[in-house]
């Protein structure tokens, strides 16, 4: 069954802190995983995308890693800010002959404190 | 450009009645998803549609839903007769590319949370 996993269900930093945020997935054949942003009360916003050959994708201060070996990512936050409070979703999707339904985590709420 | 626009944005309904949702894709986009969050648990895909056509609907739950998308514009889902465990909120996404159904290019809508009571 595919699977993805995230860690810690929840997170508070203080503003300025970096953070990093895990993914755990058993989604089998990988196509590509991407992360999502996800503010309250609106649609989940992608912030990176990885296919199997990347390894590490930064947009801002957001950088994610992929290990398609083990199957994992992570998403590192660095210098966190008030307006990183939201809750991160790690998508994985399969390839072209799978399922192609992408796979949700629950994702990680995170609260920044000033 | 706009974004994809869902309303209402909450619902509250009786167990048994029926309620529909509307969902206005990023104009040009041919492909349009449904997602659907429980409380506590994670996002899951309900249906996909490609234009007018279903393209794969085998994360409906049950007969009570219905998805139309009539002239490949906008959708709806309908409800009926709506039951406690419907409660979630429920996502439009659209997007160009049908690859691996489109998550290269997902744009989400802000969600209808629909609440049964």
């Known amino acids: 069954k595919n699977q993805v996993e995230q860690s810690p269900q929840s997170l508070i930093i203080l503003e300025g802190k970096n953070c990093t945020l895990q993914c755990n997935y058993t989604v089998s054949p990988f196509s590509n995983l991407r992360w999502y942003k996800q503010d309250t009360g609106r649609g989940p916003v992608s912030l990176t995308i990885?296919?199997?050959?990347?390894n590490t994708k930064s947009n801002g201060r957001y950088t994610a890693t992929l290990d398609a070996d083990t199957k994992q990512s992570s998403l590192h936050i660095t210098a966190s800010q008030l307006s990183d409070s939201a809750s991160y979703i790690c998508v994985v999707s399969q390839l072209p002959g799978g399922s192609y339904i992408p796979t949700f985590g629950r994702g990680t709420s995170l609260i920044v404190h000033p | 450009e706009a974004g994809v626009t869902q309303f209402p944005s909450h619902s509250v309904i009786e167990k048994g009645q029926t309620v529909t949702l509307r969902c206005d894709p990023i104009?040009?986009?041919?492909?349009l998803y449904w997602y659907r969050r429980v409380m506590g648990k994670e996002i899951k895909f309900l249906l996909h549609f490609v234009k007018e056509s279903k393209q794969d609907e085998s994360g409906m739950p049950n007969n009570r839903f219905l998805a139309e998308r009539t002239g490949g514009t906008y959708s709806t889902l309908k409800v009926q007769p709506a039951e406690l465990e419907d409660s979630g909120v429920y996502f439009c996404?659209?997007?160009?590319?049908?690859?691996?159904?489109?998550?290269?290019?997902?744009?989400f809508g802000s969600g209808t949370r629909l609440t049964v009571v």
């Open positions: 990885m296919t199997f050959s990347e």
């Open positions: 996404a659209s997007s160009q590319d049908s690859r691996d159904r489109g998550n290269y290019g997902y744009t």
């Open positions: 104009s040009g986009h041919d492909n």
